[in-house]
């Protein structure tokens, strides 16, 4: 069922005005030996109607869950205006503006988006959005390593309480550029790096220290300690931020005595749906010295001939499309639906809004804490202030519980077995704004019911002490 | 038009989006809590909703106009499609879910993959890349893993012809190989002795795009295959232009070893103003070991995610989770509406187009860059005579357009073609429209010969007229900044 509009006239005429006789003509300069001899092994068509039924049935098995399930990517209630909006055919169906004058729209967009982030991360600058915040990440450590003179090797500090999942796609990315991350590591009391452990550091001596804030157990890292260390040591210092918390926490612009000098982040928060992790968007902040090293698509203000205001791409000598092999990254597309999406969410919040997002979510978190103390089995694992998200600590593994619990139509948190210690007793939890008092009692209550009779065990205080 | 932050108000803001959170309070530690307030809008929820639609207003879309974006495939992109994706349980499943509650979409992706498998004739895919260009650095990665794990450790150089994306060599040099650059003769094929001349026992591989950027299928693709091959090295296609051969010719018979595919461009998925894409990857067995994760397998009991567990030599995870799923649920969507049929049906008439287009333009006396050759899904003209005659250049022709109520084709790429448009009408446009466009090019032609000034001073009906690009540079103006505020 192709979307094709030809008639066997048009097709005829078409082929008349070539002076052919058939469309396969058309096809005669690839060999014959390559061309496929029968139809594509792939079923049959359908029409909107099937497709719908069958699509329906699907989506039908995945959904219901209340979701207490973060690790980077949280359950916000998005206004219904958002997607309205955002899925205009005009926003939804334009390319790159490559033709500004024809894409002032998109353009002006962008523009206003990357006033908005850059004013929530309190930095100078932004672009105009990068795939996701994991490869955004990637792609501000390999800018961090072009832009610091001062360091002649290929290390990057990272603090061993960023996202594991972060941890693997920057892995990825910059590893056939021999850049090595070397963890410092954090306090299994606390949560978080412990500043007087950089002062025993062996080695002192890299291009950039990446912090996540909150960090990826929801724990509020002492970011400004942590930023003024790196600069001291001529490291330049790389935040990776939550958007939602910025409304909140101090932005990465304004840690320590000079600020962060890249921050980046997932949008995924900003009215993006969750819709299995992507598309999302990432965003990349930074100082404006550092302008021209910065990857990704930038939208500036400018003059036309008539000395109008418009808006057009801009600093487009870093590109790929220009540069080519000189270019400072080979990253092509932005994630511009997402950044219009994101746009309107943050116009439509404000600044009042936001921040009460925040805090709802806060607050929830905390209600949900503090109900989780009248079960004596569970506890929180550590001891940091913390937003939105916290690891709780069971008494029995959590692989189990989970399973059970997605049963009853709730998901209960993320196992951090895979990638924490070896530990399979703690649980990541993030609450957001959209919990109400029935969720958090319904999420005490498969606790209550599942962990009755057991108590804080042996074999967890154990294994706690082993990870220390 | 106002920025939103002229209209932007203290004190305003959308009551009805906003979570009541009295009493306000706060655990935090003040030394941890923002001092200053971020200057986001202060307006209402109809100020916003009246601000983005007469924004969208001012964007041409495939939606409104004809977009001929050479290399770009702007076919329609069904409603029904995007709605579908959207279903609740799609929109709201998060990444991390666990597979027993996560079995529909699952089902979706393994069955994409399997799809892709068959259409580009290779032994196994990954959806993980979440764009082309990251489609690339994976295979070009994946090419660096074979070669290592044979303990060949001396292949330094990619080659890439003169007419590739820009893409491929960023691709190429994130990978950390350096480019060799072959040229393309003069009728549009590879210059097979310069490539005999560059390849070596140097060559990891050589990445490919066919048919090329050039709009013309690469005819002597199994001596170029059996040349790099013999070489010990890898070949890399660039499935961009992969419309005009769908159901017709697959790379996998070719001989190419690793490829990627643009869902953006040849599954209908929308653009989005520029994003988002997502670039799956696609292997012979050569290259099955080192695929990026995450993958989707069926199992007897149902679907399920593998790990490194399960493919302890991959590559890695290219983001935090995924891709982006939402587009492979609509690519894979729009792949189950064509079917078997359907999809030799889309290169047909994206092949028929361009070449009426071609044959027409030629008629209405425009210079074809390669007129001994076959259109694929696209062609190229050059405006060189034009420029020559009368100072008008082929970006003119781009403005000129617009006051035409159509969206430019491609200028300037691919860049060995002087003054070149780069023109893909896609197979979901009609006669009729590729007729007007015809009649718009005669028209411009028309008053080059005239009037150039009116054309080289177009856009003249646009929002704004010519922007000026160098003061955009050289003033940089990234971010808003209120005079009030500082």
């Avoid at chain 2, 799809?115 to 082309?132: K, R, W």
């Avoid at chain 2, 062609?379 to 009368?390: E, G, L, N, R």
């Amino acid at each position: 069922m192709p979307f094709i509009p030809h008639t066997e006239n048009d097709i005829q005429s078409m082929l008349e005005a070539m002076k052919l006789s058939s469309v396969d003509a058309l096809f005669d300069e690839i060999p014959v030996s390559l061309m496929l001899k029968q139809a594509l092994d792939v079923p049959n068509g359908m029409n909107e109607m099937s497709i719908t039924r069958l699509m329906q049935e699907r989506a039908k098995k995945d959904e219901g869950y209340a979701c207490f399930i973060g690790a980077g990517a949280y359950d916000h209630h998005i206004p219904a205006a958002v997607w309205e909006l955002a899925s205009r055919g005009e926003f939804l169906t334009a390319y790159t503006p490559y033709q500004a004058e024809a894409s002032q729209g998109g353009l002006q967009v962008l523009y206003e988006y990357q006033t908005m982030i850059a004013s929530l991360t309190a930095m100078d600058v932004a672009n105009a959005s990068l795939y996701d915040g994991a490869s955004a990440l990637a792609e501000s450590v390999l800018m961090a390593v072009r832009c610091n003179k001062k360091v002649k090797n290929n290390r990057v500090f990272f603090l061993g309480t960023l996202s594991p999942l972060y941890r693997k796609a920057v892995d990825t990315i910059i590893d056939p550029q021999g850049i090595e991350l070397i963890e410092i590591p954090y306090s299994t009391t606390t949560g978080v790096v412990d500043v007087s452990v950089l002062a025993h550091l062996q080695e002192k001596d890299a291009n950039a220290l990446i912090i996540q804030q909150p960090n990826f157990f929801g724990c509020l890292e002492a970011v400004d300690e942590l930023t003024d260390w790196a600069h001291h040591h001529n490291m330049l210092v790389v935040a990776a931020v939550n958007p939602t918390a910025l409304a909140l926490v101090t932005p990465p612009g304004e840690w320590g005595e000079r600020g962060a000098d890249i921050a980046c982040g997932d949008g995924q928060p900003l009215g993006i749906p969750l819709a299995s992790g992507g598309p999302s968007f990432g965003f990349l902040t930074c100082k404006m010295p550092l302008i021209r090293q910065m990857p990704g698509r930038v939208v500036g203000r400018t003059l036309d001939d008539e000395g109008k205001q418009g808006f057009t791409l801009t600093l487009q000598a870093r590109e790929q499309h220009i540069r080519r092999a000189k270019a400072k990254s080979n990253i092509c597309t932005n994630q511009g639906l997402l950044v219009v999406a994101a746009a309107i969410y943050m116009s439509l919040l404000g600044t009042e809004g936001l921040r009460r997002v925040a805090l709802a979510c806060h607050n929830n978190t905390r209600r949900l804490v503090e109900k989780l103390k009248t079960i004596g089995s569970v506890s929180l694992q550590f001891t940091s202030p913390f937003f939105h998200e916290f690891v709780l600590a069971l008494p029995v593994p959590v692989k189990p519980l989970i399973d059970q619990a997605a049963e009853s139509g709730l998901l209960i948190g993320y196992d951090l077995k895979p990638f924490i210690a070896d530990d399979e007793h703690w649980l990541l939890v993030a609450v957001t704004e959209t919990k109400t008092e029935e969720d958090l009692d319904r999420f005490v209550a498969f606790f209550k019911a599942h962990l009755q009779g057991s108590s804080a065990s042996k074999e967890q205080q154990t294994s706690a002490e082993a990870a220390k | 038009m106002n920025l939103i932050f002229d209209i932007s108000r203290e004190g305003r803001f959308a009551h009805a989006q906003a979570p009541d959170t009295t009493p306000a309070t706060s655990d935090i530690p003040s030394h941890l809590l923002r001092q200053t307030k971020p200057r986001l809008p202060e307006v209402s929820e109809l100020q916003v909703v009246r601000h983005f639609t007469r924004l969208s207003q001012k964007n041409f879309s495939i939606d409104t106009h004809f977009y001929p974006l050479g290399s770009c495939t702007m076919k329609y992109n069904p409603k029904g499609v995007h709605k579908l994706a959207s279903l609740a349980g799609f929109a709201q499943r998060h990444p991390l879910a666990p597979e027993a509650a996560s079995q529909g979409i699952l089902q979706c992706l393994y069955d994409l993959q399997t799809m892709l498998a068959e259409i580009t004739g290779m032994q196994a895919v990954s959806l993980a890349p979440m764009a082309g260009a990251q489609g690339e650095f994976a295979g070009v990665a994946m090419i660096r893993a074979y070669h290592e794990a044979r303990g060949d450790f001396d292949r330094t150089e990619i080659i890439v012809p003169d007419a590739a994306h820009g893409t491929n060599p960023a691709s190429a040099v994130m990978c950390n190989y350096q480019v060799k650059e072959i040229p393309t003769g003069a009728d549009g094929d590879i210059d097979i002795e310069a490539l005999k001349a560059a390849l070596s026992e140097k060559t990891a591989g050589i990445m490919l795009t066919n048919p090329s950027t050039l709009g013309v299928f690469e005819r002597r693709i199994a001596e170029v295959q059996k040349l790099v091959h013999d070489a010990g090295a890898l070949l890399y296609y660039d499935g961009a232009n992969f419309n005009a051969v769908l159901g017709k010719v697959r790379p996998g018979d070719m001989g190419f070893d690793v490829l990627h595919l643009n869902l953006h461009k040849t599954f209908a998925t929308p653009h989005g103003g520029g994003g988002p894409g997502a670039g799956p990857v696609a292997v012979n067995d050569k290259l099955k070991a080192y695929l990026p994760l995450p993958l989707v397998e069926k199992t007897n009991t149902g679907y399920r995610w593998s790990t490194e567990k399960d493919l302890p030599e991959s590559m890695g995870q290219l983001s935090a989770f995924a891709g982006n799923v939402g587009i492979h649920l609509r690519a894979y969507i729009y792949a189950r509406m064509l079917g078997k049929q359907g999809m030799q049906r889309v290169s047909e008439m994206a092949v028929l187009n361009a070449n009426y287009l071609q044959a027409r333009l030629k008629d209405a006396g425009f210079v074809l860059a390669y007129p001994d050759r076959r259109a694929t899904h696209e062609f190229i003209i050059t405006v060189a005579d034009q420029t020559k005659a009368h100072g008008v250049k082929a970006m003119d022709y781009a403005k000129r357009l617009l006051d035409y109520g159509m969206h430019a084709p491609t200028v300037y790429f691919p860049l060995l073609v002087p003054e070149c448009l780069l023109i893909e009408p896609t197979e979901t446009e009609s006669k009729e429209t590729l007729d007007a466009f015809v009649d718009a090019m005669i028209a411009i032609k028309q008053e080059v010969e005239t009037d150039a000034t009116l054309v080289k001073t177009a856009p003249h009906t646009m929002v704004v007229r010519r922007l000026d690009d160098v003061r955009a540079a050289r003033l940089l103006d990234l971010v808003y900044v209120d005079a009030s505020c500082q």
